[in-house]
């Protein structure tokens, strides 16, 4: 086990310095300190098994590629290959196109059938399209997505319920406060980010 550390502490130090990356510039990626980062680097401890994905991730390797030895032309075979990162681009944006054809289809329908030009769905879009970039980015991301993800979501969700409270009420009703509630929320997201782990 000592030597599998010590393997996987020799990789990380060779792939962090491979890319020019500091250790505060992991540790900011996975959210954990400069200390952690050093002692995996020395082989004292190992991040858990998610944070060596995370990390494998930023790094395009897989996890085979620091369990292995050798030199980083030795190992191609467990380097992720360019295409399959152009092929999560394609599948989130292929996705991300389904709701919005979803929402055209709508929109149309509404349109043309029940003469009601709902245009406040465009809005709705947005915040769908965030819960399905939420659940790639889970997948394949980096958590530092998250909080830019999270701030889409939170905003376009509140400016989508006020908008259609003010279309469907004629512009009767203005509850602007709504985006009050927004701050604490993004205050929160904020905080969340800045989470290490030690």
């Given at each position: 086990?000592?030597?599998?550390?010590?393997?996987?502490?020799?990789?990380?130090?060779?792939?962090?310095?491979?890319?020019?990356?500091?250790?505060?510039?992991?540790?900011?990626?996975?959210?954990?300190?400069d200390k952690a980062v050093s002692k995996w680097e020395k082989g004292e401890s190992l991040p858990d098994i998610?944070?060596?994905?995370q990390i494998c991730n930023i790094y395009g390797v897989t996890l085979d590629y620091l369990t292995h030895d050798?030199?980083?032309?030795?190992?191609?075979?467990?380097?992720?290959?360019?295409?399959?990162?152009?092929?999560?681009?394609?599948?989130?944006?292929?996705?991300?196109?389904?709701?919005?054809?979803?929402?055209?289809?709508?929109?149309?329908?509404?349109?043309?059938?029940?003469?009601?030009?709902?245009?406040?769905?465009?809005?709705?879009?947005?915040?769908?399209?965030c819960v399905l970039l939420w659940f790639f980015n889970m997948k394949w991301g980096r958590r530092k997505w998250?909080?830019?993800?999270?701030?889409?979501?939170?905003?376009?969700?509140?400016?989508?319920?006020?908008?259609?409270?003010?279309?469907?009420?004629?512009?009767?009703?203005?509850?602007?406060?709504?985006?009050?509630?927004?701050?604490?929320?993004?205050?929160?997201?904020?905080?969340?980010?800045?989470?290490?782990?030690?």
């Amino acid at each position: 086990m000592s030597d599998l550390k010590k393997l996987i502490a020799q990789n990380l130090v060779e792939l962090r310095k491979s890319r020019k990356y500091t250790q505060q510039d992991i540790a900011n990626m996975v959210q954990y300190s400069d200390k952690a980062v050093s002692k995996w680097e020395k082989g004292e401890s190992l991040p858990d098994i998610e944070v060596l994905y995370q990390i494998c991730n930023i790094y395009g390797v897989t996890l085979d590629y620091l369990t292995h030895d050798g030199a980083y032309d030795e190992k191609k075979e467990y380097v992720i290959p360019q295409s399959e990162f152009r092929n999560r681009i394609i599948i989130t944006a292929l996705f991300s196109s389904i709701i919005w054809m979803g929402v055209i289809i709508v929109y149309v329908y509404q349109n043309l059938y029940q003469e009601f030009n709902n245009w406040p769905i465009f809005i709705w879009a947005v915040p769908a399209n965030c819960v399905l970039l939420w659940f790639f980015n889970m997948k394949w991301g980096r958590r530092k997505w998250f909080i830019v993800i999270g701030s889409i979501f939170v905003w376009t969700l509140i400016a989508g319920l006020y908008l259609q409270i003010l279309y469907t009420s004629h512009f009767e009703y203005n509850y602007w406060m709504l985006f009050l509630i927004g701050i604490p929320i993004q205050v929160a997201l904020g905080l969340l980010t800045q989470l290490r782990h030690y």
